[in-house]
């Protein structure tokens, strides 16, 4: 059997099309998320593990990774109230301390394509970017991929 994985943001674009083909692929899937009732419905959501739980509530981490081969970090704050920024770098320290504890092989993260370092990035390309360093200087193997607007339907 595949590894055990950890998908946060299963509820979004990225993560609805990541779950399916992760089980198909033989992994078993653990989704953290906020609300479960979100994933009533959703055609592969009886096949997944959910775990109620918030990347911003260290204290509910330490189950949703228990037992984890890789997590897959698919989530953001760019629509929460406050500072995003802020709650970008609290939940990304999170996750690398909480993966660090349950000896979690690696965590990928999708972010947004940063511009060269001759030019400004918006705030928002900025807390990407911030957040891929956190999880690049944990000491959980991470690899950050960088995606340009994601395009697709639904």
């Not at 009732?37 to 509530?57: A, Q």
């Not at 957040?131 to 193997?141: E, H, K, S, T």
Request: proline share 5%; glycine share 12%.
């Amino acid at each position: 059997m595949g590894e055990r994985i950890l998908l946060t943001g299963a509820t979004g674009y990225v993560g609805g099309r990541l779950a399916p083909m992760l089980l198909d692929a033989g992994h078993r899937v653990v989704c953290l998320v906020r609300d479960p009732s979100k994933l009533d419905g959703i055609p592969w959501s009886d096949r997944v593990e959910v775990v109620r739980g918030d990347v911003l509530d260290a204290s509910t981490l330490d189950r949703a990774v228990e037992g984890i081969d890789t997590i897959y970090y698919l989530v953001h704050s760019i629509g929460a109230t406050g500072d995003f920024s802020e709650s970008d770098r609290t939940a990304a320290v999170n996750i690398a301390v909480a993966a660090e504890r349950a000896g979690v092989s690696r965590i990928i993260y999708l972010g947004g394509i940063v511009p060269p370092e001759t030019e400004e990035p918006s705030k928002h390309l900025a807390s990407r970017a911030e957040v891929g360093q956190i999880l690049l200087d944990a000491p959980v193997p991470a690899v950050v991929l960088q995606a340009g607007v994601i395009i697709g339907s639904g």
